[in-house]
């Protein structure tokens, strides 16, 4: 099933207009619409598999039919999703906007407008339950990491995804200075969105923070940021916490994700009766319409709810 991570077209195979053309709307997603550079990323790759799957060479080229077959096409050949989809018609609808505004297309209105979008059923957000995040946390402090440091760092990755529900940028673009343990506060400066906003650290991850700090403190190592890469100490990049988690993953035999840990967070902060508007705020959602997604109550608490009822007696 495709998804936006399995492009493999490649920047040569684009004709130099269309490059150009690419290079421009690329600055306007990072200068004019301040997007991160995942964001930017699935945008372009968007892009390039649109110019190079639907054959078109110049940008002039473009008929809401081309659009429409692509679409279309994609889904047949390829088993489009219907999030793949809508992850496309989303990307390449910022691009015909732009491409309209800027008279590089001939078409007067965006063609996605009028190309519908199929229904995505709503599932509850995959997650750990408590068992297993206790085994996963207690094989992040039993594995046989290389260093102490290193083995005190990943604890305190692990116990901030748990405790907090940050994203994975948001976690390795923390710096040194954003982290206050002394106000238990968390900023976060690259938030989805490019929104700052500031988390609050619960008692039970101060220890975890305070564990790490002072393995830091005995080696005497000068860092940018909050978590560093073991040796160089510079930015941790997305597939160092990836591996991070597939070891752990492996020593377990539970599959999970930097992002199911997010998942995991906001559940059992539900479970715990924490206010969803609260929950919305310290994740950074943009609506309280995605944090009502982990609301799924499981069996055996609908069905303790239910029992307490007495409508004839």
Known sequence: MANLFDLHVSTSELPQEIKNIRNKYKDYLQIEKGHCPVTIRHKINALRTFIARSGIQHLSQLEELTVKDFFYKQCKDHEWSANTYRNYWKNLKCFFTWAIYNKLVKLESNPLDKLGKPKIHKVVPRRLSKEQLHSVFTACCTFQWRYAVERARNVAILATFIYTGIRINELINIRVEDVSIKQRTILIRKGKGGKVRIVKVPMELVRFLEDFESHIKRINIQREYYFSSIGEYKIMTNKYIYTICKKLADATNIYFRPHMLRHT????????????????????????????SYLAPEENILLSHFESLHFLT
């Open 265 to 292: 967070f906001a559940s059992m902060a539900l479970e715990q009766k924490i206010p969803i508007a609260s929950i919305s705020k310290i994740m950074g959602h943009e609506s309280i319409l995605y944090t009502q």
